[in-house]
Structure formats: C-alpha cells, structure tokens
C-alpha cells in the first residue's frame, strides 16, 4: 500500500512537470494532448492487468466434496 501511494505521487508530479511543458511549448493544445495521452496509457494499462486477474479470479474452484473431506483418494 505505502508503494501504491508513493507511486500515486511521482504520477503527480511527473504529470505537472510534462503538462507545464508541453502547456508552455504548445499553449492549451498542449495540455488537451497531456490529458488524451495520460488517459490513454491509464486504460492501457488497465487492459493489460485486467487478464491476468481475470484469469487468477475464474479459474478451476475445488471441488466441494474435497473441502467436506468426503472425496476418494486416487
């Protein structure tokens, strides 16, 4: 979690840092594109999680009669 937060605030910073220098180099224009691009490369990093816990969340569950204790050892 404490590297969770650490990272929420390099993300800030280092978005205020490119924002004001693409804002300086290229007016409002500039900060539109920062946007687009940050939100871009949030939701591709979104995807590119979201199938492996999609595969750890739906995989094999045990079988109930081998949590009751009542399945047959091969």
């Known amino acids: 979690m404490t590297l969770a937060g650490a990272m929420w ?3 800030q910073a280092t978005s205020n840092l490119i ?3 693409l804002v300086d180099a290229m007016g409002s224009r500039g900060a539109f ?3 687009v691009a940050f ?3 949030a939701l591709s990093i979104g ?3 979201m199938t492996p ?3 750890a969340t739906t995989g094999q569950r045990i079988p109930p009669e081998v949590l009751r204790g ?3 050892p091969a």
Do not use: F
């Open 9 to 11: 605030v390099v993300g």
């Open 19 to 21: 924002a004001g220098r």
């Open 33 to 35: 594109l920062t946007i």
């Open 39 to 41: 939100a871009a490369s």
């Open 47 to 49: 995807l590119v999680a």
């Open 53 to 55: 816990i999609r595969r």
């Open 70 to 72: 009542s399945a047959d």
